[in-house]
């Protein structure tokens, strides 16, 4: 049996759905509020819910646990890993971060997570996921308002790129990567990706001017980038209401960016996609809200 956690999120919903469709498999989910039938209840916050939750399960594919901060992300996957050595799991599958982005705030979980796994009874693989092209994305969308009056995309970058993947393009490789494990395990095989980190960075990179021009495609007029400085980028954010962590690690992406560390070296996207990487210009464009009236009635 698979099991995926975070079926409600963007990434473990992408993962569930597309090994639900595997055939041969028997695949479950987890969430918080699992009810026991359409999801078990896999608490991250209530250790006792994993105990119950991890019966019975070969391959777990554990979708990391952010959205907080660093001391209570530690005890979530510390519980995890902790519950699934108990219920005799025999291999998770992590989705941790890429190599490019080791600098960042949002690195030290993921890190940790990866070498308390090292040392943990099961085998493990680990999924180093490259930032998703949704991030800039979701940038883009939020100014896109701004920018059909101004013609203006204001943001941190400076004049730094990243590199960035679909969201959709790194559930296909989790598909992928625990479908071949449950079928090695029921065939009495050791799963062909144990002990295996593969760097799934994207291979396209993204700058602000490129922002701008796919908002422009979007709005039907020029799109120019402007850089603001940090500063200005944490005024900004601290403003929109987020959490204090929030808006730190965005501030990282954006420091990082424009010091050019977000740009990846390498990759093993590409050999465990079935297809080609879907183009990071069209997420962005997809993302731009030009239907809704703030937009529509400017574009």
Do not use: C, K
Request: net charge negative; charged share 20%; no cysteine.
């Amino acid at each position: 049996m698979i099991l995926v956690t975070g079926i409600s999120g963007g990434l473990g919903s992408l993962i569930f759905h597309g090994l639900s469709g595997e055939e041969g498999l028997d695949v479950v989910g987890g969430t918080r509020s699992g009810d026991g039938v359409a999801a078990r209840r896999i608490d991250f916050d209530d250790p006792a819910s994993l105990a119950e939750g991890f019966r019975g399960v070969d391959v777990l594919v554990f979708v990391s646990a952010g959205y907080a901060e660093d001391d209570v992300v530690l005890a979530r996957h510390g519980a995890v890993v902790d519950a699934a050595e108990a219920a005799g799991v025999r291999h998770v599958v992590y989705t941790s971060l890429a190599g490019s982005g080791s600098l960042m705030t949002i690195a030290l979980p993921h890190r940790w997570t990866e070498a308390r796994l090292a040392d943990a009874s099961f085998d493990v693989t680990i999924l180093r996921n490259g930032l998703y092209a949704e991030l800039p994305a979701g940038l883009a969308a939020a100014a896109a308002a701004s920018a059909a009056e101004t013609g203006v995309f204001a943001a941190a970058f400076g004049a730094g790129r990243v590199s960035v993947v679909a969201r959709r393009d790194l559930a296909d490789v989790a598909v992928r990567v625990a479908a071949e494990i449950q079928r090695d395990l029921a065939e009495g095989r050791r799963g062909r990706h144990a002990g295996r980190t593969y760097e799934l960075e994207g291979v396209e990179t993204i700058g602000g001017q490129d922002l701008a021009d796919a908002l422009g495609d979007a709005l039907g007029r020029r799109v120019d980038y402007h850089p603001m400085s940090l500063s200005a980028a944490r005024a900004a954010l601290t403003g929109l209401g987020l959490e204090p962590y929030q808006v730190a690690h965005t501030i990282s992406l954006f420091s990082n960016a424009g010091a050019g560390l977000l740009q990846a070296r390498d990759t093993d996207l590409t050999a465990l996609l079935p297809t080609a990487p879907r183009p990071v210009r069209d997420v962005v464009v997809e993302a731009v809200p030009v239907s809704s009236p703030s937009v529509a009635g400017r574009a």
